[in-house]
């Protein structure tokens, strides 16, 4: 990375933005590792477990169009100390008084929503201050902070064996403390920033049927990537008889490729082209979704294939978001966030479909073959829009997407 890049922006701020990102992603998915310790202790039934996971992911979704609206009329800077001090708070009030039932599980994810909103918030707050030839390594630097899913994967389900799973949220406190007074200390808006989004532009945006498709395909590929992380930890126990520990193992290795891909994928979408990038990664996931649907014997293959699918959904999240500034260059603000609520509500939708399949079933065989299917009706529309795209997007982005 060449010197000019860290003369042209704010690189404190945009360190900042990618600590803020990181820690907040870990908090955000931090129930999903615990699951199993927590829904043991509360006596949950397995949809109470994958509802319970999938609540943050659901309040993420949904505070992420208004944490993202605060960042527009006050400042991405304002939002985000808003924003970790809830997070702060909730997780100080569970560790002081301890999570005794359901509904005060649930009363914890939606306060932990406020870290999946970071996404509307880091983004902004770092690539404001870079020109738009550096626009894609500043994205890509805060945008890695999705990573902070690994440390919770790896970390929380042995802290909370060694020391309980409540006293893992006093554990997590000391780097989102930390995180924050560094954030408060060390970032800055940028002088310049484009005016506040209207409630007008999101039903613009909305009234074009582009818009719809980005968000459904956003949904497979993101919500896959959310959806399978929060679930795998569950998965590994309830099919293979995982202790927690070594569940969290497991997962950790499939969220870790999944979040290396993400930037991979761009370029590669870059290189070949958006359309047919996301194509084969469709293709991909799909084959792999619908093998573990089988009841393979061995943890060992299932892991294997899970890997495979979360590195395909990783980077056809890159590659969607290679595309979405060919179509809408003037409203990518609008656009980023209906886009990023949508993989929010797909993750939600998968965690707690996939607990609602396995409650009434006894198997997860069902639910992985449903988002298997998912894949391929993405595939064949995004084939089935590509024929439009060709005349309406212009030479340019026809070029970049390669359709």
Known sequence: MNTSFWKAGHAPTLFAAFLY?????MVWYVLGPLAVQIASDLQLTTQQRSMMVATPILAGA???LILGFVADTLSPKTAGIMGQVAVIAALFVAWQMGIDSYDQALLLGLFLGFAGASFAVALPLASQWYPPQHQGKAMGIAGAGNSGTVFAALFAP???KMFGWTNVFGWALIPLVATLIFFVVFARNAPERPAPKKLSDYAKALGDQDSWWF?????????GFLGLASTLPGYFYDQYGLEPVIAGYYTAACVFGGSLMRPLGGALADRIGGIRCLLGMYTVAAICIAAVGFHLPSATAALALFVVAMLSLGAGNGS???LVPQRF???IGVMTGLIG???GIGGFALTAGLGAIKQSTGDYQLGLWLFACLGVLAWFG???VKRRWRTTWGSAAVSAARV
């Open 21 to 25: 990102f990181d820690l907040s992603f």
């Open 62 to 64: 949904v505070l992420r």
């Open 158 to 160: 042995g802290l909370a």
């Open 215 to 223: 968000m459904f395909f956003y949904s497979v590929t993101f919500g």
């Open 320 to 322: 969607v978001f290679q």
């Open 329 to 331: 260059r003037r409203e």
């Open 341 to 343: 609520m949508a993989g």
């Open 382 to 384: 995004l084939l089935s």
